[in-house]
């Protein structure tokens, strides 16, 4: 038979083994956990819209999958007009706008799906075609109190502490603050999307690019502002800055939040005011976030946000003020893993193996393998027949914590091997006492 | 601003309100802790494989949603040579296939996903062109134990009886007798898969369309065919059939995983021997299954699978046989709504709201929200400036179970006002003393 080569496409290619897919799914439960401890409700959404919605805000295009058929179909509506999301905030808009009526407000939701965007990927970066995301949002109708820009980073610390990934640090900024500089530096409004467009790839970009882009967009102090951003300042930098209203607004704003941050639990050594955060979306309008690894910050930002004044003037008339936070999870994954940065899990669904040594007691290793399921431990039982050192050498190769193993001896001792596959000692036990001395071994709650 | 009508694309518009998803993450949540105690490992592969990969089997062409780009692109593989799966088995015979030397056989995956299908969208019957599958496969190297066709319904069972959805019956049938009877109402092999194909249908098409399309196979004796099917015999009314190889082998194999599904676990009354079990697909070898829900006879199938001989024969030379089941979790879950067979959940990230009467006292109010978050309550914290009353009315809505509620008065006497939501009956309750008397009422473990 004529053979397909088994393969992924380029960009589509983020699969894992099972054990890397148990460390993923590890961060996944951690990240969800801390969502819902804060009150933030679950949300998916489909993952083809209509392209309009998509688009409504214009500049994604260009990144976009639309969808089609692989043979032709009539009165398909998904394959004339849709196209996959490139992110999880217009979605949340389109849903907002929807069920206005049905939610409540301020509506807090959590989103942990993948988004697809035609970017170039390139593995080493990181960067990839189909991803996840995990955004949080508060968004208010009408208004929204600033102590929402304090809480979302508090759920963020909450959410890397656990993940124990090593020293983080919050990076704010306040997108006031930056209006304010650039009215200073005498940039006109219309041109400052523009301007902190530029500003904002100064890690990633050579001076001299941004530089040439400040001054195409007529910024007449140009090494002045990037020399202001690159030097990354404090709350310290702005105090030296001529004053101007926006400026002052947004020192006072980005005060009122660090101290709100402080109050909700987050310590001063996880996070700190610079300027450098800038944030390339226009629609920011207070608070902006980005998350640097302390030890590795060519990984670049894991996690970033900020609060905006509407999320869905494209699709209603009612104002919704918001904030949020985004953590790209296939990239942070991937480059946790590249830094050796990921933990075992510490629970797999791979906890004990029921050796099945002699296929005469197959009815008395079933029993064991059953009663341990319905004692809540994870269990598999080797249902084929093949010798006992092919069996402890599956255990390995699957990462069994535990294997039980009893043949003619043992049931006639009316007990069971238990071998800890970490140390590869044994000891006997009863089995009506299995259930208990398992529950030790793999430290698990009685649940 | 000229505004988007937010809306949804026809077949891809399963979305849930808040509550809803609650419903549908705990079904996720019960799929996942079974097939994770019965030894399943974790797996999620890409959206979109490539072309060939997908179609590799034949026949599913017509339903399949390839990718394209809204705006032109140079390079992009996706677009050129993807498409989205629509279904879990074909990239798993492909991952099976491509790490064949890195995965521990029995290979034993679960695989929670969305998939694709341009079907035509029938809300009523619950079909969508994107929707959930969740599916569990034992795949052998070479050689499978027929014990895996009796472990999997053990495990569908327990999923099943967790979710708590009335009455179920996973009903069984085997190929192998499917075979045998064809053979004595003298069906050629080849034309076996089509007419299995029409036997398939009894449940949903006319009998006359079924006998017509059974006479174009060239079946003579159609009638009797189709009333043996359609009559759902057991094991009894195989054996007053005309005896052959097949039929004998296939009774067999039945006898034993009867026997064995019952030592899993399953009990008489949730299985039942069923000949008028089909399954469409040529593939499956040994026991096929399909599952309903006894008082809801119309809601079809709620799982089906079967056991096949050869997985990734498109992809690999390796002979892989398996045995898999699959739950399609979008149509159940509106099924379930429907019917009204719903649970609510039983722990939501809505327990505690910290309400904020007094703004005088927000650093409290922040204080005491941060430490029942650290205690593992989930917990929100009213932001907004409002009066109590609609600080209330939102915790109604969002569906929170307990609030809290204190001023100059509770801060005074050191105490906070506990307010069940449900009964409306509020307990004053010291601040050092909350932790432990919210777990309580909220009937938290320690953790």
Chains 1, 2 share one sequence.
């Not at 997108?175 to 650039?182: D, F, M, N, Q, Y």
């Not at 996880?270 to 920011?284: E, K, P, Q, S, W």
């Not at 030890?295 to 670049?300: A, E, K, R």
């Not at 050192?389 to 699957?398: I, P, S, V, W």
Request: charged fraction near 30%; charge should be neutral.
């Amino acid at each position: 038979m004529q053979k397909v080569k088994p393969s992924l496409l380029r960009g589509f290619d983020q699969e894992y083994l099972p054990r890397e897919q148990l460390q993923f799914d590890a961060l996944v439960a951690i990240i969800r956990r801390n969502f819902e401890r804060c009150g933030f409700l679950p949300l998916e959404t489909p993952s083809a819209e209509r392209r309009e919605v998509l688009t409504s805000k214009g500049g994604a295009e260009k990144e976009i999958y639309a969808l089609t058929r692989l043979a032709e179909a009539d009165d398909d509506e998904a394959a004339a007009k849709g196209a996959l999301r490139f992110d999880l905030t217009v979605p949340l808009a389109r849903y907002v706008a929807m069920h206005e009526r049905e939610l409540a407000f301020p509506f807090r939701r959590y989103q942990i799906q993948r988004v697809w965007r035609g970017e170039t990927p390139q593995a080493r970066k990181g960067r990839f075609r189909e991803f996840y995301q995990c955004d949080i949002d508060i968004i208010g109708r009408e208004r929204l109190s600033t102590l929402a820009e304090a809480e979302i980073p508090s759920v963020i610390y909450s959410v890397f502490r656990e993940m124990d990934i090593g020293e983080f640090r919050i990076r704010i900024n306040n997108r006031k603050v930056l209006r304010g500089i650039l009215e200073s530096f005498r940039v006109p409004g219309d041109k400052a999307p523009e301007v902190l467009r530029w500003l904002d790839k100064h890690e990633k970009e050579e001076r001299a690019t941004i530089l040439a882009g400040l001054r195409k967009e007529g910024v007449e102090a140009a090494d002045a502002l990037y020399d202001l951003i690159a030097a990354k300042g404090g709350l310290d930098a702005i105090a030296r800055l001529p004053q101007n209203e926006a400026l002052a607004t947004g020192l006072e704003e980005a005060k009122q939040v660090i101290e709100a941050m402080r109050k909700f639990g987050v310590p001063d050594a996880a996070f700190a005011f610079d300027l450098g955060v800038v944030r390339g979306l226009d629609y920011y309008t207070g608070t902006i976030y980005e998350t640097t690894l302390v030890q590795h910050p060519d990984v670049g930002s894991i996690c970033s946000g900020g609060r905006y004044d509407d999320l869905a003037s494209y699709f209603t008339d009612t104002r919704l003020p918001g904030v949020g936070i985004s953590i790209g999870l296939t990239r942070l994954f991937a480059k946790l893993r590249d830094a050796g940065l990921l933990r075992e899990p510490a629970r797999t669904p791979a906890e004990v193996l029921v050796t099945a040594m002699d296929p005469k007691h197959l009815d008395r290793y079933i029993a064991i393998a059953r009663s341990l399921r319905e004692a809540g431990i994870n269990t598999e039982l080797y249902l084929e027949p093949a010798k006992l050192g092919k069996q402890l050498e599956y255990a390995d190769r699957k990462g069994f914590r535990v294997a039980l193993i009893a043949g003619e001896t043992e049931f006639g001792k009316n007990v069971v091997q238990v071998k800890n596959l970490a140390t590869k000692a044994a000891e006997e036990c009863a089995p009506d006492r299995l259930v208990a001395h398992l529950k030790a071994v793999l430290q698990l709650k009685d649940s």
